[in-house]
């Protein structure tokens, strides 16, 4: 195949997200409170404060159950210590706008997935200096510099969820956001 079918072949693919996003997304899109959505989208990961808990796709789901509105998180991995953070940040954002019966919910499935991440979120997190997860761990590029010529330094970056990097080419270590 020739360059110029490769790219209208790629250029008519139709992104296919995973199931649980999906319905992530159709919740927000179709719930009632879509006003209390947009109030959580100022709400940020206190680790990578350049996406919000929805661009994330921490945000789970907002209800109002007997008088109270309960938001549903799912951590990016069990033992995140971010998430309670995020659930303080959650209540503090609410009842800065009024709304004092709030409650929320740590669920654990679906269990989180780096897949869930929209191609803006992972622009915005190289913009922030962490390079985005990458199927399969293959490309990765210094969110520096740009260059894929990187070398591991450890499993295990600022986060448990993050590896720590350096580029070859500019020299600099980065996180990268392990794909999960």
């Not at 139709?14 to 989208?41: A, K, M």
């Not at 669920?107 to 897949?115: C, G």
């Not at 591991?152 to 270590?173: D, I, M, R, W």
């Amino acid at each position: 195949m020739n360059e110029a079918d490769k790219h209208t072949t790629e250029s008519n693919l139709i992104p296919l997200l995973p199931e649980e996003e999906f319905q992530r997304r159709q919740r927000r899109r179709e719930s009632e409170l879509g006003h209390i959505w947009g109030l959580l989208d100022v709400v940020k990961d206190p680790e990578v404060p350049a996406i919000s808990i929805w661009e994330l796709g921490v945000l789970q789901d907002v209800q109002q159950q007997d008088g109270e509105l309960v938001v549903v998180i799912t951590p990016t991995y069990s033992g995140c210590p971010a998430i309670n953070t995020m659930a303080e940040d959650i209540q503090s954002c609410l009842r800065e706008a009024g709304h004092t019966g709030v409650r929320v919910e740590q669920r654990l499935n679906p269990a989180w997935s780096t897949s869930w991440l929209s191609a803006d979120a992972k622009r915005k997190l190289a913009e922030f200096g962490i390079a985005p997860c990458q199927p399969d761990d293959i490309g990765i590029a210094c969110p520096h510099c740009e260059s894929t010529n990187v070398k591991l330094v450890s499993h295990f970056g600022s986060t448990a969820c993050k590896a720590l990097y350096q580029c070859n080419s500019c020299l600099e270590p980065f996180d990268y956001f392990k794909n999960l």
